[in-house]
């Protein structure tokens, strides 16, 4: 099982740009969960959006404010990261992360260590 992050790109404040997670092998059963975090050097991983089996609907950062969205193909082997009007401070390398625990839930998402499987990182540059 592996996820593979693609997608990085240059991008000037205001674009969009679509991240996508394969994920090879990954069985979602009852209680997976995808979900995409970023980090910046220096600064903790952060979660940006969440999908999974334990709720019905996807669960975003506060930070995110409507501009992006999770979503997955039929077959859940891709999920997707659509991101609009990018702002400089989005800047980051976006990973994406897998989980199969009934422990994410609204209050424990964006927990680290619950997650069993990362992938490589794509870099996001938003340029002024």
């Known amino acids: 099982v592996q996820l593979v992050e693609s997608g990085g790109n240059l991008v000037q404040a205001g674009g969009s740009l679509i991240l996508s997670c394969e994920t090879s092998g990954f069985a979602w059963g009852g209680d997976g969960t995808i979900t995409w975090f970023r980090q910046v050097p220096g600064r903790e991983r952060e979660g940006i959006a969440c999908i999974s089996r334990n709720f019905r609907d996807p669960i975003y950062g506060d930070f995110v404010k409507g501009r992006f969205a999770i979503t997955t193909d039929v077959a859940k082997t891709t999920v997707y990261l659509t991101m609009r009007n990018l702002e400089v401070d989005d800047t980051a390398v976006y990973y994406c992360?897998?989980?199969?625990?009934?422990?994410?839930?609204?209050?424990?998402?964006?927990?680290?260590?619950?997650?069993?499987?990362w992938g490589q990182g794509t870099q996001v540059t938003v340029s002024s």
């Open positions: 992360a897998a989980a199969t625990t009934p422990r994410i839930r609204m209050g424990t998402w964006n927990w680290l260590y619950l997650y069993e499987l």
